[in-house]
């Protein structure tokens, strides 16, 4: 749950193809958030800044730049995407996330 919510996007934003969406959030204190939902697939990010990815639901299989190996995140779990980085992520069925942003 997400106190003080200054605004929220309510367009989607869709991204290869439509599997995976995600809605900004605002907070007062002016961090921003997305809610999002990936299906089936394999996906390439790149991230600007620090991401810290929680997945809500579903499971995400995530290899961070210079990495070699794929690690398996699960409900409850979370990962942090350096900033000025990309990440691989494999989605065998779906994954439901939140993603804080350190701007």
Do not use: W
């Not at 934003?13 to 439509?18: A, C, H, P, R």
């Not at 991401?51 to 699960?74: A, H």
């Amino acid at each position: 749950m997400f106190s003080n919510v200054k605004s929220i996007e309510k367009k989607a934003n869709f991204y290869f193809d439509g599997n995976v969406s995600s809605r900004t959030i605002h907070l007062n204190t002016g961090e921003r958030k997305t809610l999002g939902f990936m299906l089936k697939g394999e996906y390439l990010f790149n991230a600007g800044v620090e991401e810290l990815m929680e997945v809500l639901n579903g499971e995400m299989k995530i290899k961070l730049q210079g990495e070699t190996e794929y690690s398996n995140f699960i409900q409850g779990t979370s990962f942090i995407v350096p900033e000025n980085t990309s990440f691989n992520v494999i989605i065998d069925s779906f994954a439901d996330y939140c993603c804080s942003y350190k701007d």
